[in-house]
């Protein structure tokens, strides 16, 4: 939708201004007169403008929509009106952008649109599942307790993505400083060897021949290796594009050595914990199982929960669906069939979601004990290699010596 600009006047006489999304011009006039803003000027904003303002205008994070979850719920729970407590957060909130949004839903439900309803227009600032819950908290009036339980989600949303993060950075940063070393070695190093193997006029091992090959072409086709990686980075984005290629991405991240059961724990947890939430706030299994696969932010899990509402929309129990997905443990399984026998699966889905969170913490923080033994193997490796390129001509040469003198 177009964005306007818009100046006017409140009924105590205040001018105000400011920027909204709108269909038209009288789509906006008649949003501002609802709010009680009596319109002076209304104009579009150019499409030079809108660019400059999408690119330099401060984004709403999920931390902004976290605390933005906490205050509405303790303003609704001390029993404030919603137009009020919107009110309240807008004029308080340091995000101007969040400000914008929350601006627009008091003027979205002064037109009698549902909360709900008015969210649904900001799906960059609030998903799928965010305004799902919401619409179960309008039907079943408790909007309030709502709130809450979703910014405690945001949170740990927050937190897992942090400790994924953190399990991958130590691994990046050491394959990076690797490759660094690398290329200092083949520019700078192995060329100086070169010129004193040339000196000697030795047969040199084929070892060393292979160093000073890589090196020779790393020096003078850098450019066709860095076109290389390119391309190679533009295939991968591209690959991961399409629907079957990220799953298939997803699938192999979480068997990547080490890092790979941290991705997996971490989506599993998340899986559990939305969907605790979904089925203790309401919501029908097979419309939570189907609203949280779109929260796991991995296609190939995404999968297999839709794979479970599909069998038991077929009649077939949670425990059977669950077990024949092949990405639950036996002591997982175990849990899901006490829940399910009991009517407390999301008290036992809660429970999963901590127990894989605990794993996913244990994990990172033990990352550098279960790295160092692989990149202790790899470093020697390399070191043996070029120790061997580099000093077997100059033993060969000094055992020459040796036996000529």
């Known amino acids: 939708m177009p964005i306007f600009e818009y100046k006017g006047r409140t009924d105590d006489g205040m001018m105000v201004s400011g920027t909204q999304e709108a269909a038209d011009l009288d789509a906006l006039g008649s949003a501002l007169i609802v709010s009680r803003i009596t319109p002076i000027e209304i104009k579009q904003k150019s499409a030079t ?27 609704l729970k001390a029993g404030i009106p919603i137009m009020r407590a919107l009110t309240g957060i807008q004029n308080s909130v ?34 799928g599942f965010y305004i799902s819950m919401i619409r179960v908290g309008e039907t079943t009036g408790n909007l309030d307790n709502i709130f809450l339980r979703l910014a405690q989600h945001i949170e740990f949303e927050r937190f897992m993505r942090g400790q994924i993060k953190s399990a991958l950075q130590y691994p990046i940063f050491v394959l990076t400083a690797m490759a660094i070393a690398i290329v200092v070695i083949n520019v700078m190093v ?22 000073i090959a890589f090196s020779s072409f790393m020096r003078n086709y850098w450019y066709v290796l860095i076109g290389m990686l390119v391309g190679a980075g533009w295939s991968f984005k591209q ?14 991240k979480m068997r990547i050595p080490i890092a790979g059961k941290i991705i997996f724990k971490g989506t599993m947890a998340r899986f559990a914990r939305s969907f605790a939430l979904s089925t203790r706030s309401g919501l029908p299994i ?28 077929r009649g077939e129990t949670i425990l059977r669906t669950a077990t024949q997905t092949g990405v639950f443990n036996a002591l997982v399984l175990q849990m899901i069939a006490v829940g399910e026998e009991s009517g407390s699966l999301d008290d036992l889905m809660q429970e999963i979601a901590d127990m894989y969170q605990a794993d996913v913490e244990y994990d990172v923080k033990t990352l550098g004990a279960q790295i160092e033994p692989i990149l202790i193997i790899f470093l020697g490796v390399l070191v043996l290699i070029l120790a061997l390129g580099v000093f077997l001509p100059i033993w060969d040469m000094s055992s020459v010596m040796l036996k000529g003198g």
Do not use: C
């Not at 660019?51 to 929509?65: Q, R």
């Not at 400000?99 to 960059?124: F, I, N, T, Y």
């Not at 192995?190 to 160093?211: G, R, S, W």
């Open 94 to 127: 340091g995000n101007p952008k969040l400000a914008q949004v929350v601006g627009q839903l008091r003027v979205s439900l002064d037109s009698g649109r549902e909360l709900s309803v008015a969210m649904a227009e900001h799906p960059k600032v609030f998903d």
């Open 49 to 75: 403008a809108v660019v400059a303002l999408n690119l330099f205008e401060e984004k709403v994070t999920s931390l902004d929509v976290m605390l933005f979850s906490r205050q509405m719920y303790t303003l």
């Open 286 to 313: 097979l419309q939570a199982l189907r609203l949280v696969a779109q929260t796991v932010e991995n296609d190939y899990i995404s999968a297999k929960i839709l794979s479970m509402s599909s069998g038991i929309e």
């Open 190 to 211: 192995i060329p100086q060897f070169e010129k004193v193997f040339a000196n000697m006029h030795a047969d040199l091992p084929v070892i060393t021949k292979m160093l």
């Open 239 to 252: 690959l991961i594009s399409t629907p079957a290629g990220r799953s298939k991405w997803d699938r192999i």
